[in-house]
């Protein structure tokens, strides 16, 4: 079956962007919001949260801290706006690719952990989403109060819909497992699709090819598929 | 049987401190290197490598930057002594653990987890062990130059043992396998470990119990194990 985002048919995030300008908008400004939200994607996922200054991000996207503020307001209104904008988008894919399946029967463990990991997976394709990978595989460790709201905002229903659907294909599992499940689901694939260079780093030489896609998405779905299946 | 670390018998992270004053130390300084390494493990833990001023340590381990520079250097100095305080300690806690099972003949891929998780859970048990798991788990989002080298001092040897265990274990396991499993299990506890608060934002009031450790490594050993298991 054909999910949303198999790696070779990836949606470039470019097609995301907006160029419409609103009205009251500083002068002086040719920069759209949407360059603004890169600019800002790269310096948080280099510096973190705290780390992060609205200097550093102006300079980067060369527009004024001014026009930043005006767009997005405070720092936080700008990390909601960068972490949502991919966030959303990544959540309706797994909820379509769910709903997908669903038209064939019960979907098998297999099927949803690929409809999960494929849209996240096609991210990789650009070095602006690696940006975003990045700075959502740090999101857990950034403040309470940053994270929170803003991981169940952009992913709260979409993973209970994958909970919902791991316990419907594996009805004799308890309901904490399955949440347990999921939850380490998502550990797994932040830490792989998150370019740690650890398989570089441990491999013996020519054994590892850190380019192949499809190597990385089988090795993870076959591991996480096992976990989940597990007794 | 019965490995070193379990979570009841705990070694606190205390017991790794040191209280010798080096000769030529600064003067007017009452507070141990290890204080400083606490202070800044916390510092660390919340700020990042690139947020991370010697300063807010200074300010946090109540000392001057003079006394953290005549000890560490640099900012990455110190960062180098945070990281591999903890981190040899659990490498070398993680082979005496294998080292142990073999004297029992070839282990299974369930206690070859275990031997493998323990070291770590039981840096859970305290405030500071968990700034430890924190900064460790944002670690691969760390500048390369920053992670790559301390990541492979502190564990490459380790790990490159329990990739040769998992292999015994699972005799028909391609090499390259083996090396996803191991990386992938480590994604997945650096995860589970450090506190992201996923499953207590997620679950129905009343079915889970974030203070509950045994059903903690539980979930994460059986989710583990299916994983390298897996086909």
Redesign the interface.
Known sequence: MTLANEPNRAASPKRTRSKRKGPGRPEGASVSKNDILDAAETVF????Y??TTLREVAAQAKVTQALISYYFGSKYGLFEAVFLRRGQLISQQRIENLEALRTHGRPKVRDIVRAFLLPTLAMRATLQGRDFL?LQ??L??E??EIS?KL??DAY?ES??RF?EAVREALPRLP???A???V??M???Y???F?D????D????KG??DPDDTD?LID??T??????????
């Open positions: 996922a280099n510096l973190g705290a780390g990045r595989s740090r857990h460790t403040p309470p929170y991981r169940t709260g993973t209970r909970v309901e904490l497992d949440y347990w499940r939850t380490l998502i550990g797994t932040l830490y792989a998150s740690t260079h650890r398989m780093a441990m491999t013996p054994l590892y190597a090795q993870v076959r591991f996480v598929v096992g976990g989940i299946e597990a007794r």
